[in-house]
């Protein structure tokens, strides 16, 4: 097209071009949209036209930074700002809805499936934040991972640049152009992404359900149980719990994402040791995978 394009829809409401489209539902759906797609016109001229040589993001990275740019304009349009630990009341608020997408998305991450249908197995392990286009991923609905790489950019921005917001996310489109997702952020926050990752991985099942815990594990933009507990029961995390004492479980998880599991007694508990094998075999992890085991002790 030679030019920075963006199509949206227009109000077409007898559906003569294709679908049916009424004058509000547009009105309802395009401000988001344009925040959205903008963001890739951003990044793609930015990235590959401006600084010349660049590559295009990862797509969570692409995928997250549009989504967290949707709540950023719904901010400005609203007057709302980041740090309020907003809940369900804040997050539904529209149309137009500009939170509900990474809100309604990070859900499906936890085997929300959009309707009230029971909870999607086998997740978030099966998920990942590292999405892609190529279908469902796993057991998880594809678009699941505009929820999780929305929440770990929002987590990044309120955990690390709470002051600058937009210096960070101008560092991700412009600091690294040849750098397309974990080892950009690695560049720019100077943090290995290893120990972002775990800590964001404890951090969305603490947020606002365990108290005391450091900041590293909250969440200060978004009360977590809340928004999602209002979309449905089936898109808050629901870990299996084990009592102190042997137990065994098999889990398998994707790169990308975390198997959560909860170990909890009552009153006096003996030591427990904990012990990871690969597969069924009980063999030690080859070097072909590099697992990451958190712990967050409550109480």
């Not at 109000?11 to 925040?35: E, H, M, T």
Request: charged share 15%; hydrophobic share 40%; aromatic share 12%.
């Amino acid at each position: 097209d030679e030019g920075e394009i963006f199509y949206g829809y227009v109000p077409d409401p007898s559906g003569d071009f294709g679908n049916s489209y009424s004058r509000q539902s547009v009105v309802n759906f395009l401000p988001v949209l344009i925040a959205h797609e903008f963001t890739h016109n951003i990044q793609i001229s930015r990235r590959t036209v401006v600084l010349a040589g660049g590559v295009f993001p990862a797509s969570w990275i692409a995928e997250g930074q549009a989504t967290f740019a949707e709540e950023v304009v719904g901010h400005a349009h609203t007057g709302n700002s980041a740090g309020n630990n907003y809940g369900s009341s804040i997050a539904i608020a529209g149309p137009p809805f500009w939170y509900w997408q990474g809100i309604t998305k990070l859900g499906y991450y936890f085997g929300y499936d959009g309707s009230g249908a029971p909870r999607i197995a086998n997740t978030p392990e099966d998920c990942t934040l590292f999405g892609d286009f190529s279908g469902n991923i796993g057991s998880c609905r594809t678009s699941g991972f505009y929820g999780s790489s929305w929440s770990m950019l929002r987590y990044l921005t309120d955990r690390l640049y709470s002051a600058d917001a937009s210096a960070f996310h101008k560092d991700i489109i412009s600091s690294n152009p040849s750098l397309r997702g974990v080892e950009n952020i690695e560049a720019i926050t100077s943090l290995e992404f290893e120990t972002l990752f775990a800590q964001w991985g404890a951090m969305l099942y603490t947020d606002d359900w365990v108290s005391g815990v450091p900041s590293e594990l909250t969440f200060p933009s978004w009360d977590l149980p809340d928004v999602l507990s209002r979309l449905s029961a089936n898109a808050t995390l629901d870990p299996p719990v084990r009592a102190f004492g042997a137990f065994t479980d098999s889990r398998s998880v994707r790169g990308g994402s975390h198997a959560y599991t909860i170990v909890s007694a009552a009153g006096n508990r003996p030591s427990l040791a904990i012990r990871v094998r690969d597969g069924g075999d009980g063999i030690l992890i080859g070097t072909g995978m590099t697992p990451i085991l958190w712990i967050v002790r409550v109480q």
